[in-house]
């Protein structure tokens, strides 16, 4: 009997530090992704400024507010997958219980993994190292620099898909523990 408590406490430290990385993962891209944006709204303002007011408008703000969107939509996206949010067609996995439930949930897990593992991560580090040549016209900046997002994006979305899957399972496990505690019976007699 100790033996499976161990286990289960093993099991419930575990997802504590799952969930501990996963919200420091979560502070970590609103930080980044709030900064981006903030410089982006500053560029905007400033690209007004210098067309209506100073009759001549800044280049140089309007190249690098569409890189800083770039970042800053990647980032939301992979946050999205963090807190479970992003755009989801569940009327199918809301019908199914059981096995069936499970079986979705797992394939929906590994299509997005592999999705994230082949085309953002494979496929952006094949178009970084293509582009790391490029420069930007008007910044200089190569190219390479804003196509980095996509395998940082990718790396993040699976590490958020395996985050999940693991809370997901801790869930299952929790649930099954508590309907596997039975209540001794009642004395009616009194």
Do not use: H
């Amino acid at each position: 009997m100790s033996f499976v408590k161990n286990i289960q406490e093993v099991g419930i430290q575990m997802l504590s530090t799952v969930k501990s990385i996963k919200a420091l993962l979560n502070r970590s891209i609103m930080i980044i992704a709030s900064i981006l944006t903030i410089i982006l709204v500053c560029c905007a303002l400033w690209q007004v400024f210098s067309r209506y007011i100073l009759g001549s408008p800044s280049i140089i703000t309007e190249e690098l507010s569409r890189f800083l969107l770039i970042w800053a939509a990647m980032l939301g996206g992979a946050y999205a997958f963090g807190s479970k949010e992003q755009l989801a067609i569940v009327f199918l996995k809301s019908k199914l219980k059981g096995l069936k439930k499970k079986s979705i949930e797992i394939f929906i897990d590994m299509v997005t993994i592999i999705f994230a593992g082949s085309v953002l991560v494979k496929g952006g580090v094949d178009l970084v190292s293509y582009t790391l040549s490029q420069t930007s016209p008007i910044l200089g900046l190569p190219m390479g620099y804003v196509y980095m997002i996509l395998p940082i994006t990718g790396v993040l979305i699976i590490i958020y898909q395996l985050i999940n899957i693991l809370e997901r399972r801790g869930q299952d496990a929790y649930s099954e523990q508590q309907e596997n505690i039975s209540v001794p019976p009642q004395n009616s007699e009194g």
